[in-house]
């Protein structure tokens, strides 16, 4: 029993482990299946609309690298289209950026007129509760909060890193935890 009682504690410890990584690991490919781009009118103001960023989220750009690039600029360049002194560049094609602080995160295409047809996004990690309600012009309600995890958080910060966790991460490891009860029920 005493083995079995271990398996269990060191088994959630995992699933906790797993969930917490896991919850800081989201990645979002900027304008999904059309990529990054300036043809085929891609929406990447509504493409992030739909999106809750998060601190640890990773920002995925993928493009031609002979025809497009990936700028981060600050907000009155990121309004001009401005991308003279960048913040920082990127080029393979292939750009992840993790994102570590809140707020807006401005970035451009610096291929002259890209950016102009409406080659740029804004990353914004709200400041406030994960769920902040955005004014809706059409009267939509707020998405609703992420379900509760079930799992005992040992510290009031990993407590606060599980209920930033997304919904299919918390689903993962609930069922790792049950497969980790069944596991210790055949010892
Ligand atoms: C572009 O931004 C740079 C750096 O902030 C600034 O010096 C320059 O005047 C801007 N150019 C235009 C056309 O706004
Ligand atoms: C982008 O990079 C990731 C990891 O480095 C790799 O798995 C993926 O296949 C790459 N995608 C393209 C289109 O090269
Ligand atoms: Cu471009």
Redesign the pocket.
Known sequence: MALAERVVAQALLLVMAASLQLSHAAVYKVGDSGGWTSIGNIDYKQWAATKTFQVGDII?F?YNAQYHNVMRVTHPMYRACNATAPLATYT???D?ITITTKGHHYFLCGVPGHCQAGQKVDINVLRTSETAPTPSPSGLSPPPSFPSVGIPAPSPSKATSLKASKGSFSKLGLAMAAFAVFVSGLH
């Open positions: 995925h993928e393979t094609g292939n992840t």
